[in-house]
């Protein structure tokens, strides 16, 4: 399978854990957003939104969707806003084939109970602004997945044996 496999999903769900393990699995290259982001800034995510703002950090994503819709046989973990653009989605839907890891407020609250990382859930109540998030994000990411999986209940191998099983590959 050539085509790219492009994990959305809200903050804390799994993508970047799912994506490095899955990369390892079907030795295929793993690009978590985020992480190349940072590395090409040379500072933290909250350090971006903090000194050079979100729109210029939503700007370094959508270069790198553009550049993911010419691809081939990558795992991206997607930053949970990437899909907040239509152009991005058109793009990494070019490339590759799109898997939302779904999840409840409730279980990323759990996940990202120790988490500061995150700038959009900074201060207040974290489970609140997920929740509201959440809300407002729902309806796009099941919109632009070509697969939706539950992953509330389910560890990271056994997401990994559902991401195989469903895109017939055996390894
Ligand atoms: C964001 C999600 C984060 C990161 C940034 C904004 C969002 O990525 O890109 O903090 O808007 O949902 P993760 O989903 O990897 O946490």
Do not use: W
């Not at 152009?87 to 839907?93: A, D, G, R």
């Amino acid at each position: 399978m050539e085509r790219n496999i492009v994990l959305i999903g809200f903050m804390g769900s799994g993508k970047t854990s799912v994506g490095k393990k899955l990369s390892m699995d079907l030795k295929r290259e793993f690009i978590d957003m985020d992480d190349f982001i940072e590395k090409r800034e040379g500072m933290s995510v909250n350090e971006i939104f903090d000194k050079k703002g979100e729109d210029y950090f939503r700007n370094a994503e959508r270069e790198l969707c553009v550049r993911f819709a010419e691809a081939k046989s990558k795992i991206i973990a997607t930053g949970g806003g990437v899909i907040k653009s239509d152009e991005n989605v058109e793009n990494l839907k070019k490339g590759g084939v799109i898997i939302y890891l779904k999840s409840t407020p409730k279980q990323i609250a759990h996940n990202l109970r120790h988490d500061n990382t995150r700038p959009l859930l900074a201060g207040g109540n974290k489970e609140e602004k997920i929740a509201k998030l959440m809300a407002e994000r729902e309806p796009i990411y099941n919109k632009c997945a070509d697969i939706v999986l539950d992953v509330s209940n389910i560890n990271i191998e056994e997401t990994i044996e559902k991401i195989k099983e469903i895109l017939h590959i055996n390894v």
